[in-house]
């Protein structure tokens, strides 16, 4: 995100401490009459103010009075650098439900927290931004932002090569019809599931596009792998949709191998959809262009080109 504060910018200063040989009684009696930015984590420092282990303020208070706090503490609490990315910082926290993120220097040193409303205020706008980059309106582009009180030459100028990329391929996608004009004669009835085939694809790829939009500025996790989940859920969702369609075709028309065709289709098609869905977001991100513009258009008419011609290569073999 261009412009995001840091964990240190956020961090607030006055937070209870404790050090690791006082007694948790001690520790509270310490803390009593301060007024603290934030009080739901004790952080636990040395002598020299670095960074030893941290607890909640919950089980400070529910500790014993001679409980030694180096042995309540939790010696590998998680924390952060003063220059770690707030959207970083705000998915440890959601991810490990921590209720404030401890930030300390690169000597150990304890900066500061946190606090809980930072991070709260940091994921509604990380998520506002997700919503806003879906509708086209990505921070920070100027050009997106107006694309709804441009002039039309202008939205014409912006949205119509994406279109014409999609007009090359539905000449692709007509071609290819015509090229398995002999599969279409010797059945007839294989051109019934084109649509279903191809609506299905196009809805598989474009709610993984949502998904991908939504949820790229928050995964950590490298491309390879969030390709390989995708690829794997396109699977399933493909293979319970053929085994769903597999029965329902055999008895409306009595076809084993047309039924058997549509389904392995939906299998195919629902990866390819999947795959796409999340390769075209990420790709366009990287070279400095808005999703929104191109991404539907683009990957749509790419799943049809591939749906139809997966359909026509398998009903050419089993049909």
């Given at each position: ?13 006055a ?12 520790a ?42 180096g ?42 927290v ?48 994406w ?6 391929g ?13 599969v ?20 598989i ?26 690829i ?9 949709m ?30 390819i ?8 977001p990420?790709i ?9 513009y ?7 008419i ?13 009903a050419?073999?089993l049909?």
């Amino acid at each position: 995100m261009n412009g995001a504060l840091t964990a240190g910018e956020h961090a607030v200063r006055a937070v209870p401490l404790a050090s690791p040989d006082q007694t948790a009684g001690a520790a509270r009696a310490a803390l009593a009459g301060k007024k603290f930015d934030c009080a739901d984590t004790v952080c636990v420092t040395d002598a020299a103010g670095r960074m030893v282990g941290a607890l909640r303020l919950t089980a400070l208070l529910a500790a014993s009075d001679t409980a030694r706090i180096g042995d309540i503490m939790i010696a590998d609490a998680p924390r952060c650098l003063p220059d770690a990315d707030q959207e970083i910082v705000a998915d440890l926290a959601r991810r490990l439900n921590l209720a404030a993120v401890p930030v300390v220097g690169a000597d150990g040193r304890l900066v500061g927290v946190v606090p809980p409303e930072a991070l709260i205020d940091v994921l509604r706008r990380e998520h506002v931004e997700d919503l806003h980059r879906l509708a086209g309106i990505m921070h920070g582009n100027q050009r997106a932002e107006s694309a709804l009180e441009e002039s039309p030459f202008l939205r014409l100028k912006h949205r119509l090569p994406w279109l014409m990329v999609g007009y090359v391929g539905s000449l692709a996608a007509t071609a290819v019809m015509a090229r398995f004009e002999d599969v279409l004669q010797a059945k007839v009835a294989i051109a019934f599931f084109v649509p279903a085939i191809v609506y299905l694809a196009d809805a598989i790829g474009t709610q993984t596009e949502a998904i991908a939009v939504r949820g790229l500025s928050l995964a950590h996790r490298p491309l390879s792998r969030l390709l390989m989940g995708e690829i794997a859920t396109g699977l399933l969702i493909g293979g319970v949709m053929g085994v769903l369609a597999l029965p329902a075709i055999y008895l409306a028309f009595g076809d084993g191998r047309l039924a058997v065709a549509v389904a392995l289709t939906l299998v195919i098609a629902s990866t390819i959809a999947s795959a796409l869905g999340l390769l075209f977001p990420w790709i366009l991100s990287r070279f400095g262009q808005d999703p929104a513009y191109g991404s539907g258009p683009v990957a749509t008419i790419v799943q049809d080109v591939l749906s139809l011609l997966t359909y026509f290569m398998v009903a050419a073999v089993l049909v």
